[in-house]
């Protein structure tokens, strides 16, 4: 029985490595291939590189301007985030511990529109945005981003706040607290993990679109990092050394926010903040 | 918690501070709600209100003139749209691969073999990525003489042109969507998991039952209203978010054959500029979503009060 045991183990163990390797090898891949000349890339995709070279990374810097669509997107994604899910936040706040018919209302909409396809937002907006001379203007970008993410925060934060005992709350109120010295004082610490799990998701959301950028945000000084990496490879197509430092430095960003936080994101999405 | 979860709210308003705070309560909440309020109407529910509106006119971005259904009547005459149709129903080939991909990750890090949470952690890092990248990154794996031509090359196959054609060109996009969507799967799945009593698996285990066994009579029963949940999640997702995927891989190549409903809204109102007639199209597509959704509250009313307590 036991070597039977050890043995599923093992397999576990294995099966497990090779899904990781799914997951692992492909930044791998980017990394390595982007060190690598074009001929050897065609010789030798997979192992080593023979002769390192940054010679693709100062390639990508000529040919597409990669520093200022971080910078372009860091200025969209940033405000857009905290007021996502401030606003988030309080909403759900409301909706949970502060019962009013309009709360209701309001996340009856934002459930129906939770999953809407942006083209139906963005198609009208674009033409209004354009119309009042605000195309490639961040201010417009941040807005409808903020208000993309807002039900799908409100909700994940709905059912993270219902886990808080209400006679807590009910305990401040008595004591005399306002409504927003209880969001402030008891809400907000004891609702933390969800807050930045949904803080965290947004930011994964909006760095990611494409959509939404490539619409609103395509002059050259607004242009955001996912639209840049699209055009990048539709020019390099035969490049694979450029494309993939373009790849690798466009992921590095979300993986180092998934890296630093990881313990709280991971904790916050298996307490059901997903769902 | 439960109890909590099961009170009214009116009971909860007037167990709650007495008349003291009676106009603040008024207040706060408004202003509370005001910010979502006023960003999701006027940014969200208007705009699909101009939508639905610019749907029945013949919209160019700035002249618009009333036309009734016409837009409608040109999307039912137009072959394009079935095939584009059809394709979304092809990519729903995705949803099970996802799911199973998805249970089989969460089943094996339940095991808790060695380095297990750093497994979970590595299974997650598809989901940080953009699915611009994820895309790029797949149709470079998959070019003429690339990484997965070089492969097939020892088994003396190769210069498989994957992108140029239909099923092939669908396998890659299933393939990166299926990668890129496991690992969310995956958390729902073991979150569900965590609420399975252990108690139940040592009585398994004192009964001998095997590893297969405990998996179809324990865990698939316990965890089957994330299984459900998921299936509709990506379901809507096939519909939704398969823009950039499309945008990147194939361009909606070769011909139409996977130009997804989004990618061809986009296609006819950013590049050929009929806003009336893609606003028709969008609002197509609305209705599915709206549909899935609603099926989803409906078959799973009960979904958030299992997780509350």
Same mark, same amino acid.
């Given at each position: 029985?036991?070597?039977?045991?050890?043995?599923?183990?093992?397999?576990?163990?294995?099966?497990?490595?090779?899904?990781?390797v799914? +997951?692992?090898?492909?930044?791998?891949?980017?990394?390595?291939?982007?060190?690598?000349?074009?001929?050897?890339?065609?010789?030798?995709?997979?192992?080593?590189?023979?002769?390192?070279?940054?010679?693709?990374?100062?390639?990508?810097?000529?040919?597409?301007?990669?520093?200022?669509?971080?910078?372009?997107?860091?200025?969209?994604?940033?405000?857009?985030?905290?007021?996502?899910?401030?606003?988030?936040?309080?909403?759900?706040?409301?909706?949970?511990?502060?019962?009013?018919?309009?709360?209701?209302?309001?996340?009856?909409?934002?459930?129906?529109?939770?999953?809407?396809?942006?083209?139906?937002?963005?198609?009208?907006?674009?033409?209004?945005?354009?119309?009042?001379?605000?195309?490639?203007?961040?201010?417009?970008?941040?807005?409808?981003?903020?208000?993309?993410?807002?039900?799908?925060?409100?909700?994940?934060?709905?059912?993270?706040?219902?886990?808080?005992?209400?006679?807590v709350?009910?305990?401040?109120?008595?004591?005399?607290?306002?409504?927003?010295?209880?969001?402030?004082?008891?809400?907000?610490?004891?609702?933390?993990?969800?807050?930045? +799990?949904?803080?965290?998701? +947004?930011?994964?959301?909006?760095?990611?679109d494409?959509?939404?950028?490539?619409?609103?945000?395509?002059?050259?000084?607004?242009?955001?990092?996912?639209?840049?990496?699209?055009?990048?490879?539709?020019?390099?197509?035969?490049?694979?050394?450029?494309?993939?430092?373009?790849?690798?430095?466009?992921?590095?960003?979300?993986?180092?926010?998934?890296?630093?936080?990881?313990?709280?994101?991971?904790?916050?999405?298996?307490?059901?903040?997903?769902? | 918690?439960?109890?909590?979860?099961?009170?009214?709210?009116e009971?909860?308003?007037?167990?709650?501070?007495?008349?003291?705070?009676?106009?603040k309560?008024?207040?706060?909440?408004?202003?509370?709600?005001?910010? *979502?309020?006023?960003?999701?109407?006027?940014?969200?529910?208007?705009?699909?209100?101009?939508?639905?509106?610019?749907?029945?006119?013949?919209?160019d971005?700035?002249?618009?003139?009333?036309?009734?259904?016409?837009?409608?009547?040109?999307?039912?005459h137009?072959?394009?749209?079935?095939?584009?149709?059809?394709?979304?129903?092809?990519f729903?080939?995705?949803?099970?691969?996802?799911? *199973?991909?998805?249970?089989?990750?969460?089943?094996?890090?339940?095991?808790?073999?060695?380095?297990?949470?750093?497994?979970r952690?590595?299974?997650?890092?598809?989901?940080?990525?953009?699915?611009?990248?994820?895309?790029?990154?797949?149709?470079?794996?998959?070019?003429?003489?690339?990484?997965?031509?070089?492969?097939?090359?020892?088994?003396?196959?190769?210069?498989?042109?994957?992108?140029?054609?239909?099923?092939?060109?669908?396998f890659?996009?299933?393939? *990166?969507?299926v990668?890129?969507s496991?690992?969310?799967?995956?958390?729902?799945?073991?979150?569900?998991?965590?609420?399975?009593?252990?108690?139940?698996?040592?009585?398994?285990?004192?009964?001998?039952?095997?590893?297969?066994?405990?998996?179809?009579?324990?865990?698939?029963?316990?965890?089957?209203?994330?299984?459900?949940?998921?299936?509709?999640?990506?379901?809507?997702?096939?519909?939704?978010?398969?823009?950039?995927?499309?945008?990147?891989?194939?361009?909606?190549?070769?011909?139409?054959?996977?130009t997804?409903?989004?990618?061809?809204?986009?296609?006819?109102t950013?590049e050929?500029?009929?806003?009336?007639?893609? *606003?028709?199209?969008?609002?197509?597509?609305?209705?599915?979503?709206?549909?899935?959704?609603?099926?989803?509250v409906?078959?799973?009313?009960?979904?958030?009060?299992?997780?509350?307590?």
């Open positions: 029985m036991i070597t039977r045991a050890k043995l599923t183990r093992a397999t576990v163990f294995a099966v497990l490595c090779l899904i990781g799914t +997951t692992v090898y492909p930044l791998v891949f980017m990394a390595f291939n982007s060190m690598r000349t074009t001929q050897e890339f065609e010789f030798n995709p997979f192992g080593l590189p023979t002769h390192l070279t940054t010679s693709s990374y100062s390639a990508l810097f000529s040919t597409v301007p990669f520093f200022s669509s971080i910078l372009h997107s860091l200025i969209v994604v940033v405000p857009a985030v905290v007021l996502a899910t401030f606003a988030s936040s309080l909403a759900a706040f409301v909706f949970t511990k502060v019962p009013v018919k309009m709360g209701n209302v309001l996340f009856w909409t934002m459930l129906m529109i939770m999953f809407m396809p942006g083209i139906v937002v963005l198609l009208p907006l674009y033409v209004e945005v354009a119309r009042s001379g605000l195309a490639n203007n961040f201010a417009p970008a941040i807005l409808i981003y903020t208000a993309i993410n807002i039900p799908y925060g409100t909700y994940l934060l709905r059912s993270n706040f219902r886990s808080i005992p209400d006679s709350v009910e305990a401040a109120r008595v004591d005399g607290a306002s409504w927003l010295k209880v969001y402030w004082r008891v809400i907000m610490p004891m609702g933390k993990p969800g807050i930045i +799990t949904v803080g965290i998701l +947004t930011f994964l959301n909006i760095w990611n494409l959509f939404i950028s490539l619409v609103l945000l395509h002059a050259p000084n607004t242009e955001m990092v996912t639209p840049t990496l699209a055009e990048l490879s539709g020019k390099y197509t035969s490049n694979v050394p450029v494309l993939m430092a373009g790849l690798l430095l466009g992921a590095l960003p979300t993986l180092l926010l998934y890296a630093v936080s990881a313990r709280v994101f991971i904790r916050g999405m298996l307490s059901g903040a997903v769902r | 918690m439960s109890s909590g979860d099961a009170r009214a709210p009971e909860m308003i007037s167990s709650g501070a007495p008349g003291q705070t009676r106009k309560r008024k207040v706060f909440p408004y202003a509370a709600m005001a910010p *979502a309020a006023i960003l999701v109407l006027g940014l969200m529910v208007v705009p699909i209100g101009a939508t639905i509106w610019h749907s029945f006119t013949n919209w971005g700035v002249n618009s003139q009333f036309i009734g259904i016409k837009n409608f009547q040109l999307i039912f137009n072959p394009i749209i079935y095939q584009v149709l059809w394709n979304s129903v092809i729903l080939i995705s949803v099970p691969l996802i799911l *199973a991909a998805s249970l089989v990750a969460a089943v094996l890090v339940y095991e808790k073999v060695l380095g297990w949470k750093v497994f952690f590595l299974f997650f890092i598809p989901m940080v990525l953009s699915p611009v990248i994820i895309g790029v990154l797949f149709s470079t794996f998959f070019l003429p003489g690339g990484a997965v031509d070089q492969l097939l090359r020892v088994f003396g196959l190769g210069n498989y042109s994957w992108l140029g054609n239909p099923w092939s060109a669908r890659v996009v299933i393939l *990166a969507l990668w890129a496991f690992g969310f799967g995956m958390v729902v799945i073991l979150s569900a998991m965590s609420t399975v009593d252990p108690a139940l698996y040592d009585a398994a285990n004192i009964d001998g039952a095997s590893w297969w066994r405990r998996l179809r009579s324990i865990t698939i029963p316990m965890i089957s209203g994330s299984l459900q949940f998921l299936s509709v999640i990506n379901v809507i997702y096939t519909f939704t978010s398969l823009f950039a995927f499309v945008f990147v891989i194939t361009s909606g190549g070769p011909g139409f054959s996977t997804t409903v989004d990618y061809y809204t986009y296609i006819t950013f050929n500029g009929q806003f009336g007639y893609g *606003a028709a199209l969008a609002l197509l597509l609305f209705l599915i979503v709206l549909t899935l959704t609603i099926a989803q409906k078959l799973f009313p009960n979904r958030e009060v299992q997780q509350g307590s």
